[in-house]
């Protein structure tokens, strides 16, 4: 292992216990059926698995929401961000929660490649669950953002797919939620320090080197309508938050951005709804991303 890979890896193995020690203050939501380590891949391995939740007693069908973790292209799996997958159901989704490999196995390129395997297994599976196959939603936080964000704009765009060589998966999106999307890979120093280490060395020797910025992508499809949410805490990605709202919009995007300033008197943090989906203000941006999607419902 490289001096870098053991530097990202001690700080994501602190960044564990910390979520350890919050999640453990966290109270699960009752009254939802869960479906668990359901494999997307044929392969036994441990990240190529997801789950479904519902409510329980469902007897028509919900809308679908598929969720893509966070945590830095090199750290987390469903289970990170479960209790916020439950919170969505609880309020009447079909939720799809899953994991992806992560660095240094493999480059963001490659979580791309996964999530869409995750997403032919979901389509597949749609029938087995109290699925409304025609009102389906993205969401992913931080990493996930921009896993989501890429997802949304290969499913939308021929092109996009074939500059990333990742075939279509056959699914189509509502409307997608972005939690502190960091969507500009290769920004400014220090991100793009970090962010290219997470691509490969050589990524810009390949053919989708050149379209690792969100904003590169947006003219070659059509983006989904997109909810937003950052907050005054949010060190790691306001200005991409924002960012990516403006270029949302100056391509014709519908989109709607919840920015937080203080919130009774402190900053709430980095995918404030995603890590306490249950405090108020992480259950008014629950609601407001929820309200979102029923706009855009069928």
């Known amino acids: 292992m490289s001096f870098i890979e053991k530097a990202v890896a001690l700080f994501w193995l602190n960044t564990k216990i910390q979520d350890d020690k919050r999640i453990a203050t966290l109270t699960p939501p009752d009254g939802v059926t869960e479906v668990n380590d359901i494999e997307y891949l044929p392969d036994g391995h441990k990240y190529h698995q997801l789950d ?8 028509g069908k919900l809308p679908v929401i598929i969720d893509v973790h966070g945590g830095g292209w090199a750290y987390g799996d469903k289970e990170l961000n479960k209790i916020y997958c439950l919170t969505l159901a609880k309020k009447g989704y079909v939720v799809f929660n899953m994991s992806y490999r992560l660095y240094p196995e493999v480059t963001a390129k490659q979580q791309l490649e996964d999530i869409r395997e995750a997403l032919v297994c979901i389509k597949e599976n749609l029938k ?11 969401t992913g936080d931080s990493a996930g953002g921009m896993l989501a964000a890429f997802t949304a704009m290969l499913s939308a765009s021929s092109e996009v797919r074939h500059i990333f060589d990742i075939e279509d998966a056959g699914l189509r999106f ?15 120093f220090p991100m793009n320090f970090y962010t290219g280490i997470m691509l490969g060395k050589n990524f810009r020797k390949e053919k989708w080197g050149a379209y690792v910025n969100f904003d590169k992508l947006l003219p070659l499809g059509k983006m989904p309508p997109t909810f937003l949410v950052t907050s005054s805490g949010d060190f790691l990605a306001r200005e991409q938050t924002r960012r990516c709202a403006k270029d949302l919009k100056e391509r014709g995007v519908e989109c709607q951005l919840m920015d937080f300033e203080k919130f009774e008197g402190k900053d709430l943090p980095h995918v404030f709804p995603v890590i306490y989906p249950s405090d108020e203000a992480g259950n008014r941006a629950i ?7 029923t706009k855009y419902s069928k």
């Open 52 to 59: 479904v939740y519902y409510p329980e007693g469902t007897t």
């Open 174 to 188: 509502n409307a997608v939620a972005l939690t502190s999307p960091v969507a500009y890979m290769d920004d400014k």
């Open 128 to 138: 087995n669950y109290p699925c409304d196959e025609n009102n389906i939603f993205l």
């Open 287 to 293: 609601d407001e991303m929820l309200r979102f999607f």
